[in-house]
């Protein structure tokens, strides 16, 4: 089992729409999650992070977490081309302060 | 404003050449780290450094070592370039206990 796993997509929404991206990890005691998005051929920015149950609103995006379940998850409301990217779901492991990625998920929007 | 920058950004290399990728940060973060990425793997752990002196191995450390004599630099080194180290090479920064990484533009490395 992969520490940090997503679904590598594409995952193909329409302009207006929600997208929906979900991740879960295997280290209980983790506390602190991201997301980060990279565009093709950049590096990965950081937007949301998460560090308690429920949901956490930015603008267009929501993140939620469910320790229990171990998932979270990343919704992005009215969804714009200029969102087709992939993003990476992150998780900050409670055993040392290095972060673990998952794979990615490419989303893309279509018009 | 504080940056991380990399060089190079490209470089192509022949099999079995020493290479040394730069990373130089000026946010004065302790923790730096160094990410391959490639089709299907995400970003792969390759070494980290909490501070000056200190290096960890990541989970693909094999044939890769690191330096940390100041602050501000983590130079990654393949000793011996093998084709399958043809990768992007991310470094990141990042405050203690924050969290929050800053990536810097990746160094498109390819081993011929």
């Known amino acids: 089992q992969k520490e940090v796993e997503q679904n590598s997509g594409p995952l193909s929404v329409p302009e207006g729409a929600i997208a929906s991206l979900n991740c879960t990890y295997s280290?209980?005691?983790?506390?602190?999650f991201f997301w980060y998005r990279q565009y093709s051929g950049k590096s990965p920015e950081l937007i949301m992070s998460?560090?308690?149950?429920g949901d956490k609103e930015d603008g267009r995006f929501t993140a939620q977490l469910n320790k229990a379940s171990q998932y979270v998850s990343l919704l992005i409301r009215d969804s714009q081309p200029s969102d087709s990217a992939t993003y990476l779901c992150?998780?900050?492991?409670?055993?040392?302060?290095?972060?673990?990625f998952g794979s990615g998920t490419r989303l893309s929007i279509r018009p | 404003d504080a940056e991380i920058t990399q060089s190079p950004r490209h470089k192509i290399t022949e099999t079995g050449r020493q290479v040394t990728l730069a990373c130089h940060q000026t946010?004065?973060?302790?923790?730096m780290f160094w990410y391959r990425q490639d089709l299907g793997h995400g970003l792969r752990l390759i070494h980290y450094?909490?501070?000056?002196?200190?290096?960890n191995k990541g989970e693909v450390s094999d044939g890769y070592s690191v330096s940390r004599s100041n602050t501000e630099d983590l130079p990654l080194t393949l000793e011996s370039a093998a084709s399958s180290q043809t990768s992007v090479y991310f470094c990141?920064?990042?405050?203690?206990?924050?969290?929050?990484?800053?990536f810097g533009p990746g160094t498109r490395l390819t081993v011929l």
């Open positions: 992150a998780v900050l492991y409670s055993s040392a302060s290095k972060i673990i």
């Open positions: 990141a920064s990042s405050e203690s206990n924050s969290g929050r990484w800053f």
């Open positions: 280290d209980r005691g983790s506390q602190s």
């Open positions: 998460i560090y308690s149950n």
């Open positions: 450094s909490y501070g000056v002196q200190d290096t």
């Open positions: 946010w004065n973060h302790n923790n």
